[in-house]
């Protein structure tokens, strides 16, 4: 399971509006569509979150599509940013894993894939 999250949505809707707000979304969607195989299961849970199933994937082969969702996101811009999506990461490992500790587990690792990439920002932009 992938948890996914756009990065900076409140400041693009608050400098360029909430139509490019929506059409960050509609972007990621796309770059969704072209990355993921065709039996993932996205679902939009909010705003500009999204959850993906990814059933009978190992954990190598979810990694990999995660390294190629952030790698195409820089395609995609809204005016003079780059489309950026925090990427967190669990894995069902048996029938009785439970679906809630699972996705709370793979929101865990996307709010600190988030974290990372915040401080890689302002580091960038420091030094």
């Known amino acids: 399971m992938i948890s996914a999250d756009c990065n900076g949505l409140k400041a693009i809707n608050d400098t360029y509006g909430h139509l490019m707000g929506d059409e960050c979304i509609r972007m990621t969607a796309l770059l969704f569509r072209m990355v993921l195989p065709e039996s993932a299961v996205v679902f939009r849970m909010g705003g500009d979150e999204f959850f993906i199933v990814l059933a009978n994937t190992s954990e190598k082969e979810a990694r990999r599509l995660i390294a190629e969702l952030e790698t195409k996101s820089a395609m995609f811009q809204i ?23 699972c996705m709370d587990a793979t929101d865990m690792d996307m709010y600190e894939n988030k974290k990372r990439i915040k401080k890689a920002r302002a580091c960038g932009e420091n030094g």
Do not use: E, I, P, Y
Request: glycine letters at 4%; one cysteine or more; aromatic letters at 8%.
């Open 79 to 101: 005016r003079d940013q780059k489309l950026s999506v925090a990427f967190g990461l669990s894995v069902f490992c048996s029938k009785s894993d439970d679906l809630t500790t």
